[in-house]
Nanobody, 127 residues
Framework: EVQLQASGGGLVQAGGSLRLSCTASGFTFEDWAIGWFRQAPGKEREGVSCISRETGSTYYADSVKGRFTISSDNSENTLYLQMNNLKPEDTAVYYC????????????????????WGKGTQVTVSS
């Protein structure tokens, strides 16, 4: 059974930083596509950052480029999202996601979505 558990959300002031973590189990972590999506109240879900193991590519949404960094520790089956210079518009529930290899780019995964979702973690950025 695929399991994804995100943590690390919280309340932070604008300009601050948070690091989200996601522990994964039930699949071959180093082979699957993985990433982070978010959804703010009243808005559609957005692919924030995705990694395609098949193509070795990493995607970032334009809104987070230069501020967020995705990384993974394959020895610990853990995915991270370092978020710096946070803005109020980053406020959302953040979800850790994964998908079996489809031989697609990270751009594709983040724009089409992935099959497996964990429970989200709330990130709130105050102005």
């Amino acid at each position: 059974e695929v399991q994804l558990q995100a943590s690390g959300g919280g309340l932070v002031q604008a300009g601050g930083s948070l690091r989200l973590s996601c522990t994964a189990s039930g699949f071959t972590f180093e082979d699957w596509a993985i990433g982070w999506f978010r959804q703010a109240p009243g808005k559609e879900r957005e692919g924030v950052s995705c990694i395609s193991r098949e193509t070795g590519s990493t995607y970032y949404a334009d809104s987070v480029k230069g501020r967020f960094t995705i990384s993974s520790d394959n020895s610990e089956n853990t995915l991270y999202l370092q978020m710096n210079n946070l803005k109020p518009e980053d406020t959302a529930v953040y979800y850790c996601v994964a998908d079996s290899p489809k031989y697609a780019t990270s751009n594709w995964y983040c724009n089409h979505g992935m099959d497996y979702w964990g429970k989200g973690t709330q990130v709130t950025v105050s102005s």
